[in-house]
Nanobody, 125 residues
Framework: QVQLQESGGGLVQPGGSLRLSCAAS????????MGWFRQAPGKEREFVAG????????DYTDFVKGRFTISRDNAKNTVYLQMNSLKPEDTAVYYC??????????????????WGQGTQVTVSS
């Protein structure tokens, strides 16, 4: 089992940046593909970005391409989400998730085995 803890959320103005971190503990972090999801009030949780075990395969949903960057540091057991050019519609609770089976990033939230508690990101002037 792995435990996940997100950090780095907060209030930012439109056009600003935030970097989210997700620290993992427990099992070997490099055994897991990782994903970032988000959930806005009244909406379903949706895929944002994912990264493979070793970081060689990355996927983004269209609405963050060119603005967000996912990365991981297996030596630090941490996955990051750098978010630039933030928009009000990016406001949501952001969750990281770990997938111990597939190895490559995938968009299906039901494919992930472990989840963090989430961190709030609010984009507002």
């Amino acid at each position: 089992q792995v435990q996940l803890q997100e950090s780095g959320g907060g209030l930012v103005q439109p056009g600003g940046s935030l970097r989210l971190s997700c620290a993992a503990s427990g099992r070997t972090f490099s055994d897991y593909a990782m994903g970032w999801f988000r959930q806005a009030p009244g909406k379903e949780r949706e895929f944002v970005a994912g990264i493979s075990w070793g970081g060689g395969s990355i996927d983004y949903t269209d609405f963050v391409k060119g603005r967000f960057t996912i990365s991981r540091d297996n030596a630090k057991n941490t996955v990051y989400l750098q978010m630039n050019s933030l928009k009000p519609e990016d406001t949501a609770v952001y969750y990281c998730a770990a997938d111990r089976h597939y190895g490559l990033p995938r968009r299906d939230l039901y494919g992930y085995d472990y989840w963090g508690q989430g961190t709030q990101v609010t984009v507002s002037s």
